[in-house]
């Protein structure tokens, strides 16, 4: 056993730091002196205790650390990866106002109103109930700024879980933040919703959720689940999500080849909800450009349409309203078994 001085300077961090873990439950001591309240360290911890001093040194708060800690392996790298994505996005959002702020401040730049905000959107929204259920536990909207898809899970519950995930949403749509907010504001809302369907009567309610958040060519993307966001670009069909799926987890582990996953019979089953769980969703950062389309859809239209019938379909339906009929059609000739929820939206010069 090694004091806590002993184990300090082994895993180079602090007593003080230490007795913070402890007192949060990241690094629990081996064992306690009852007299003298004195820590003693196994020194098979040190490995914990240097993961989490490089977690720390990441920036990540001590919450999500603890989250990650708890994890496999495995799990823990896709958090770890998701954050360095968001914390890339971030500072690459800030790089870009700095940037900005110089050439305006230097008499270079555009006016304050910012050039970006010459693109805008169309777009349309569209939930069906399909053919193999009777309810409709899917919502999906579309607005100048916002636009979400969610897919509840375990009937009405869920039903009433992915309504008030994107109803969390909503008011950021009239809120008016510049690019360099979008994702603490989405992060926010998006803690508001997961407490709203924790605390419902019924708690075994989840839902999926898949939302974008635009501020002039900026775009924040949220995501948890298996719902799923997509762009065609020039003419090319990207998938801009992952699921948050245990056959997902398999593809990334090289287990079963992406043709395998799609017919797996456990292809539904999610790692990550919103209301269950203790593992938040993705954030990323991306830029929009003139002729962009995004798809936003739950797993009813992504499991029963194959992806070149999708490209197929948001290359050539026309206009959003029109593609949106069109998906929903081909998800009804694919037999329509779920709930179907889409969203389709095509960036243009205003």
């Not at 636009?147 to 749509?173: C, F, H, N, W, Y």
Request: charged share 25%.
């Amino acid at each position: 056993m090694l004091t806590i001085g002993a184990f300090a300077r082994l895993a180079r961090l602090s007593p003080k730091a230490l007795r913070l873990y402890d007192d949060l439950g990241l690094l629990p001591p081996a064992a306690v002196d009852p007299s003298s309240g004195y820590r003693f360290y196994d020194p098979a911890q040190l490995e914990r205790a240097r993961l989490v001093a490089w977690l720390r040194r990441l920036g990540m708060p001590l919450a999500r650390i603890r989250e990650v800690c708890a994890l496999p392996a495995g799990e823990a790298a896709r958090e770890v990866a998701a954050y360095r994505d968001r914390i890339a996005a971030e500072a690459l959002a800030r790089e870009r106002l700095a940037t900005f702020l110089v050439d305006y401040l230097s008499g270079r730049g555009s006016p304050m109103s910012d050039a970006r905000a010459e693109l805008g959107i169309r777009y349309a929204a569209r939930t069906d109930t399909g053919r193999g259920r009777d309810t409709n536990e899917d919502a999906a909207y579309a607005g100048a700024r916002l636009l979400a898809v969610a897919d509840g899970m375990r009937g009405p519950v869920g039903g009433r879980a992915s309504t008030a995930a994107i109803e969390a949403l909503k008011p950021l749509e009239t809120a008016g933040l510049a690019a360099g907010d979008l994702l603490n504001a989405l992060s926010e809302a998006i803690g508001t919703a997961d407490e709203t369907i924790r605390a419902a009567e019924d708690d075994t309610s989840a839902t999926t959720l898949t939302a974008m958040l635009w501020s002039g060519s900026e775009l924040a993307l949220v995501h948890i689940g298996d719902s799923r966001a997509y762009l065609l670009r020039d003419g090319a069909l990207l998938r801009i999500t992952t699921d948050h799926t245990m056959v997902q987890g398999l593809v990334d582990e090289g287990r079963l080849s992406a043709d395998e996953a799609r017919s797996h019979p456990q292809r539904a089953l999610l790692v990550r909800a919103l209301g269950a769980g203790e593992t938040g969703p993705d954030l990323s950062l991306h830029t929009a450009r003139a002729g962009d389309r995004y798809l936003l859809c739950s797993d009813g239209l992504s499991a029963v349409v194959a992806p070149d019938a999708l490209e197929r379909a948001l290359r050539e339906a026309g206009e959003p309203d029109a593609t949106v009929d069109r998906l929903i059609a081909l998800a009804y000739a694919g037999g329509a078994p779920d709930n179907i929820a889409c969203v389709v939206a095509d960036v243009v010069e205003v």
